[in-house]
């Protein structure tokens, strides 16, 4: 059975990880068995795994008139399939699409009730253009009350070039944990393309347009 098949199966029935789901939790050897039977009935759930994660990695190549076409499959998956693994590869795909309309999709990862969905789609708003994308993890960076989901909206945000990403990553400075601060400072010389050393203050002065010294380095841009 396709993905598209898949898909359709879900925005109809729901799909889950199946009746025996916590046996194969509780039991690592039990999958491969399982799906050793499931497959000659029809679809499996590791078919279904690998079917979403081969279109994430050939979303970029895809004509824009297919990506859209899979926008809708994608979203369909996402409100109607009960395994995370499933939601969180459905915002994964969507983060490589062209298509504009997947940001409402990646936007409804960053609530997802599992933290490797919100995650996901905080990497996935780093591989966005648009300045919606930006906003969005800027908000997470305020907002989230998780430390993994704050950090994942930080790293994404280093691939942002732009006033947005600074003032956000600039607030995030005022975090006290060390591993927080060396993650933005980190992020602040990928997005600004400036590097003022691993002083947090020092770093709020240039943000704040203070005088200060850059350190030596090469061909990096800037938007100050």
Aim: proline share 5%.
């Amino acid at each position: 059975m396709s993905l598209c098949a898949a898909g359709l199966a879900c925005a109809t029935t729901g799909c889950k990880d199946g009746p025996l789901y916590a046996l194969k939790h509780a039991n690592p050897y039990f999958p491969m068995r399982q799906w050793a039977r499931d497959e000659e009935i029809g679809v499996t759930d590791h078919q279904r795994r690998q079917e979403l994660q081969s279109l994430a990695e050939t979303m970029p190549s895809l004509p824009p008139d297919r990506q859209q076409y899979w926008s809708g499959h994608l979203e369909q998956i996402f409100e109607n399939d009960e395994s995370a693994e499933m939601r969180r590869l459905a915002v994964l795909a969507a983060g490589k699409s062209s298509d504009p309309g997947v940001l409402k999709l990646i936007e409804k990862g960053l609530s997802d009730d599992v933290i490797k969905v919100r995650m996901e789609a905080c990497r996935a708003l780093g591989n966005r253009t648009e300045d919606d994308a930006a906003r969005l993890l800027a908000t997470t960076i305020g907002s989230s009350q998780d430390k993994d989901v704050r950090h994942a909206a930080i790293a994404a945000l280093a691939q942002h070039p732009g006033q947005i990403a600074a003032d956000s990553l600039k607030l995030a400075l005022q975090d006290r944990d060390p591993a927080t601060q060396s993650l933005v400072i980190g992020s602040l010389r990928r997005s600004t393309g400036k590097d003022f050393g691993n002083d947090p203050e020092t770093w709020i002065a240039a943000l704040d347009g203070k005088d200060v010294d850059e350190k030596p380095a090469g061909g990096f841009r800037s938007f100050f």
